[in-house]
């Protein structure tokens, strides 16, 4: 394994406020890292910065680096270059992350235009052995379909294999499992665990199912307030917590709280 991403001392201000605050992590290749926290931490922000999408007015400071390229001070040019091709990302959006005016099959074939030099008979070929891994052939999904047509589940498998099709070497999944269903769900991580397995792929997915973070993530880095209160492998984070607030958010997300009064946490201020 080699070390992929360095995330070091990122902080995103927006028009209004700070989101996010000194954000530093390292994810070598082959190697899941899972992003995970209440809504509003942070988490979806930390993915846009990390592929150049942040709304106009957004400003950054600190380092994100693809191996040797630092990615903070590429140009919108440079970023095309990189997004589709050494960066994939599954956004946790499908019905607005796709066109709705475009098959799918055009929109998946777009990334090996883009990025490719294939004939359009072997972008169609690779079209449809990606329609196939992410299980839409076996769901009767044509790729003369439009968004529209499809379920959720069925979109983001969409965006799954747009992100795939050219093998990155980083995955960003925000929330790319939240719709589908617990078989379809297990098809997808395990298709995505064999490309890190055999490509050395890395992923970073964000994620509230801890459940699917402890089966699946290497490490985990837990968010609260834009600020990262706790990371480290997932065994010690699960079985060790060391935050009050990881300790609360693995209570009320694995065992439940149903019958037990809720404790209240102190007021965690993030360092500005």
Not at 107 to 113: P, S, V
Not at 135 to 155: C, F, I, N, T
Request: hydrophobic share 40%.
């Amino acid at each position: 394994m080699r070390s992929l991403l360095h995330v070091l001392n990122l902080s995103v201000q927006s028009p209004n406020r700070p989101i996010l605050h000194d954000v530093s992590f390292t994810l070598e290749s082959g190697q899941v890292l899972a992003i995970t926290g209440e809504s509003g931490s942070g988490k979806s922000t930390l993915a846009l910065s990390l592929t150049g999408l942040l709304p106009p007015g957004f400003q950054t400071n600190g380092s994100i680096r693809l191996e040797k390229t630092e990615l903070s001070t590429l140009s919108e040019r440079d970023w095309c270059q990189i997004r589709g091709k050494r960066l994939g990302m599954v956004f946790q959006e499908p019905m607005t992350a796709l066109n709705p005016t475009r098959r799918i099959g055009t929109q998946i074939g777009d990334t090996f235009r883009l990025h490719t030099t294939l004939s359009r008979r072997e972008i169609d070929t690779e079209t449809r052995t990606l329609m196939e891994q992410v299980g839409l052939s076996e769901a009767d999904v044509s790729k003369r379909a439009y968004p529209h047509q499809l379920s959720g589940g069925q979109r983001q498998r969409v965006l799954l294999a747009m992100a795939l099709a050219c093998q990155p070497e980083l995955l960003i999944a925000d929330e790319f499992s939240t719709a589908l269903d617990a078989r379809t769900q297990a098809a997808m991580m395990a298709l995505v665990t064999r490309r890190c397995e055999t490509q050395g792929m890395a992923v970073l997915m964000i994620s509230h199912d801890l459940g699917l973070v402890r089966r699946h993530a290497d490490h985990v880095l837990v968010m609260k307030d834009g600020a990262c209160v706790e990371q480290g492998t997932t065994a010690s984070v699960f079985n060790a917590p060391r935050h009050p607030y990881t300790q609360a958010l693995l209570t009320m997300s694995l065992h439940g709280a149903a019958r037990t009064p809720l404790t209240p946490l102190p007021v965690f201020t993030a360092p500005l």
